[in-house]
T-cell receptor, first 113, second 112 residues
Framework: DAGVTQSPTHLIKTRGQQVTLRCSPKSGHDTVSWYQQALGQGPQFIFQYYEEEERQRGNFPDRFSGHQFPNYSSELNVNALLLGDSALYLC????????????FGSGTRLTVV | GENVEQHPSTLSVQEGDSAVIKCTYSDSASNYFPWYKQELGKGPQLIIDIRSNVGEKKDQRIAVTLNKTAKHFSLHITETQPEDSAVYFCAASKRSQGNLIFGKGTKLSVKP
């Protein structure tokens, strides 16, 4: 039973560019949440997708956007990259509207130069 | 909104000793408190969780206690082993909030 799969594992982008990160949820899960984890910090909530709609959003600018597909997989898009966007981006999947039972992927390490 | 504070930021113990990590939360409506272990290069892995209707939960060498009145919860690891070395995060959530609020993490080092 595959867990949460994220791609790519590492990425280097130049300031001002755009990036797309991908996530496939754990089998049986239909909700995807994205978190940003800066070095030495705890993960911070970006947004959550359920039934192909953004259900909740954290305190992140509109440069961060997402999408969920009918197969429950999800993408995180970041436009106009800043040096401060360098972080580990984690995807977590869960079931329905449950506020527990999250499974995290290994993340995508984004470096902005 | 909810704020979770975690202490200590680093903890070093000898193999076989116990380790305790403490967290406090600010929103009295929070009712779900998971603990995650994150190893280098990996995502957080759930190791134990507790809901506000119980005061303690144990799973082999790991236990979590919750004091709703004081709004704090703790992770206890007994008989520590070198493979317990990792960063541990506490978090809080509630039914009306579909996301987790994390503490800043504790780096645990278990010395052989």
């Amino acid at each position: 039973d595959a867990g949460v799969t994220q791609s790519p594992t590492h990425l280097i982008k130049t300031r001002g560019q755009q990036v797309t990160l991908r996530c496939s949820p754990k089998s049986g899960h239909d909700t995807v949440s994205w978190y940003q984890q800066a070095l030495g910090q705890g993960p911070q909530f970006i947004f959550q997708y359920y039934e192909e709609e953004e259900r909740q959003r954290g305190n992140f600018p509109d440069r961060f956007s997402g999408h969920q597909f009918p197969n429950y997989s999800s993408e995180l898009n970041v436009n106009a990259l800043l040096l401060g966007d360098s972080a580990l981006y984690l995807c977590a999947s869960s079931s329905g509207t449950a506020y527990y039972g999250y499974t995290f992927g290994s993340g995508t390490r984004l470096t902005v130069v | 909104g909810e704020n979770v504070e975690q202490h200590p930021s680093t903890l070093s113990v000898q193999e076989g000793d116990s380790a305790v990590i403490k967290c406090t939360y600010s929103d009295s409506a929070s009712n779900y408190f998971p603990w995650y272990k994150q190893e280098l290069g990996k995502g957080p892995q759930l190791i134990i969780d507790i809901r506000s209707n119980v005061g303690e939960k144990k799973d082999q060498r790991i236990a979590v206690t919750l004091n709703k009145t004081a709004k704090h919860f703790s992770l206890h690891i007994t008989e520590t082993q070198p493979e317990d070395s990792a960063v541990y995060f506490c978090a809080a959530s509630k039914r009306s909030q579909g996301n987790l609020i994390f503490g800043k993490g504790t780096k645990l080092s278990v010395k052989p």
